[in-house]
């Protein structure tokens, strides 16, 4: 027997539970190895498992709660980007639509698309190609002498217009992932997508907005150190430490129960509590009236805020198209398809599952791009991506049921309507967002990095690549915003094409990691292809024949029986009965790695 940390109870589970998801893995996946042997054996509720529904709720919420902070962090980004009013309630419109679009999305992956438990949500990775398109001439936003004259409905249709481009660029750019999902090109590009590809274009994602992080944190450095501060002590000093909670439980009376407190909520304890300093500050006057750093400044939001707003396609207007804007963004959506792709096989030994096979990775990329054409037509200023902090979730809670994230995704759809909650995350003190992303950025950059383990470090080759690649992109982005009208070759479409292709530091920065990588010889273990080729290892053991097909995880919900009977079913590869000769082809390529 042993004992789990289930929620804020200590509760006891046979043995039976805790192994359950590896006599399954045995069963769905066939003939396995030891090391896959072992997967989920540590879980508390594996990828199949469906817990209680009320510790489904709790679980559930914690998802959300992490999710939260990653999306109220982009309208603070975007919406100045946008010239709209700091005190304008449309902001909570935003974070709404991107929660609501986030829950709808979120539950059609978990449930047909790549099927594991994964929260496709706003991201960061869009922010650098919508920076590049908003910072070209006619997108710029007026001087402030200019934008305070304005009249309230000349500045809704101000930041309206641009929000239609961002719409339009963001949907159409979104079918590349569609197209290549469905069309089962996922497979072909892994072969090019390598680990000198994925360092630079991740990486650069946290480290381009390293200006907008200190625009942010400059407001107050004092608020924002301290939140840093607090939260590196809550999320890594006080992460093992548990604090005791009394609660009531029928048949058992008052009982004192241990509750992890700091690993769970770190980012939410950092919030609230430099919150609190600021309401502190606010109240003695120490911060002067209209300061960033009060918690009075922005009250006005949720005062105009409606209860209820039901958010839909084309709020503001329909989307427009330009080639510009659609190319820049496709850098977004390059991006995270890379760090989505890398994602899957993480998370799926993190939930107790079998490793992914060619039509999930496939069907997920698909899907991901249909919630990205979803937001972009619902307005939400921004696309979906994996969220790389709910993946860390399951493995801090051990929790990796699909149902959790189910029922997180009719959570995210409530507070999606709910308007006045999303203005509470507006409301909070700029300082206090400059510090959280004074890390949430660095630790975006750091997943960027990581990949660097596959790799031989001592390689002149590698240091070459990997430096350049890193580095260029960031000074000729930063020269191209400075002068973003030194490109002129007579078209205005092709000159905006070209601009905002080289100020967007992820297209640049991966494209040229990935070209140096193929171009400039070196040894497959130099390149870390050997060790890449083992983690992604996107196969599932079809049987001895290949032809036949075997249940598993990844399987539809329903509808299974007949598409077993139509045997063209069995040629699509993004449908579970897919032969999955991509997987073949990829299986060949990594014994050629190997030899």
């Avoid at 300093?277 to 939001?301: A, E, F, Q, S, W």
């Avoid at 039901?310 to 390059?334: D, E, F, H, K, N």
């Amino acid at each position: 027997m042993s004992f789990t940390k289930i929620g804020m109870e200590l509760s006891y589970i046979p043995n039976e539970t805790v192994n359950r998801s590896e006599e399954r893995t045995v069963n769905n996946s066939g003939i396995i190895d030891k090391q896959e042997d072992n997967r989920g054996s540590t879980l508390t509720y594996s990828i199949d498992d469906v817990p209680p529904w009320y510790l489904c709720l709790f679980m559930a919420l914690q998802h959300y709660l992490t999710m939260i902070g990653a999306i109220v962090s982009i309208p603070f980004i975007l919406t100045p980007a946008l010239c709209m009013a700091e005190d304008d309630p449309t902001r909570s419109y935003i974070i709404s639509t991107m929660i609501f679009v986030t829950g709808i999305v979120t539950f059609i992956q978990t449930t047909f698309g790549c099927r594991l438990p994964l929260v496709q949500g706003g991201t960061i990775s869009f922010l650098v190609p919508t920076l590049a398109i908003l910072n070209l001439p006619q997108w710029k936003c007026p001087p402030s002498e200019i934008l305070n004259n304005i009249s309230p409905e000349n500045r809704t249709e101000l930041w309206q217009i641009r929000m239609r481009e961002l719409s339009g660029a963001i949907a159409v750019s979104a079918l590349f992932q569609v197209i290549i999902g469905f069309g089962g090109i996922v497979g072909y590009l892994l072969k090019y997508i390598t680990p000198l590809t994925i360092v630079p274009t991740v990486s650069l994602v946290g480290l381009s907005l390293f200006e907008n992080a200190s625009a942010a944190a400059s407001q107050h450095w004092g608020i924002a150190a301290g939140t840093i501060l607090m939260l590196t002590v809550c999320s890594q000093l006080l992460v093992n430490v548990s604090c005791p909670l009394i609660v009531y439980k029928k048949g058992h009376g008052l009982r004192i129960v241990w509750f992890d407190l700091f690993k769970l909520f770190p980012v939410l304890l950092t919030i609230v509590a430099m919150w609190i300093i600021c309401g502190i500050l606010t109240v003695t006057n120490i911060l002067p009236v209209g300061h960033p750093g009060r918690t009075d400044t922005k009250l006005k939001i949720i005062e105009d805020s409606p209860w209820f707003r039901v958010p839909y396609p084309g709020q503001w207007g329909i989307p427009t198209v330009t080639v510009s804007g659609v190319l820049g963004m496709l850098a977004g959506v390059l991006a995270c398809t890379v760090e989505s792709i890398s994602y899957y096989p993480t998370t799926s030994r993190m939930c107790g599952a079998p490793p992914p096979p060619v039509h999930a990775i496939n069907r997920g990329i698909a899907i991901e791009g249909l919630g990205t054409v979803l937001a972009g037509l619902w307005g939400s200023g921004n696309g979906t991506n994996t969220f790389g902090e709910n993946v860390g979730t399951i493995g801090v809670t051990r929790v990796g049921s699909r149902r959790v994230i189910q029922w997180a995704c009719l959570i995210m759809i409530l507070q999606g309507l709910i308007c006045k909650f999303g203005a509470v995350f507006i409301i909070i003190p700029e300082p206090i967002v400059g510090g959280i992303f004074c890390i949430m950025f660095g630790m975006i950059a750091a997943f960027g990095f990581s990949a660097l383990q596959y790799i031989d470090l001592n390689s002149a080759r590698n240091l070459y690549i990997l430096g350049f690649s890193i580095f260029f992109p960031l000074v000729l982005s930063k020269w191209m915003i400075q002068h973003s009208e030194i490109i002129n070759t007579g078209n205005e479409v092709v000159d905006s094409v070209i601009t905002v292709l080289l100020s967007t530091t992820i297209l640049v920065g991966g494209f040229i990691g990935c070209f140096l990588d193929n171009v400039i010889p070196g040894t497959d273990m130099e390149r870390g292809l050997k060790a890449w080729a083992k983690e992604m290892a996107l196969n599932i053991d079809t049987g001895d024949d290949g032809n036949e097909y075997t249940p598993n995880t990844y399987d539809f919900p329903i509808g299974m029986n007949v598409l077993k009977k139509w045997k063209w079913t069995y040629y699509l590869p993004f449908l579970p009965t897919y032969k999955s000769q991509s997987c073949c082809q990829q299986s060949n390529q990594s014994n050629d790695i190997e030899k």
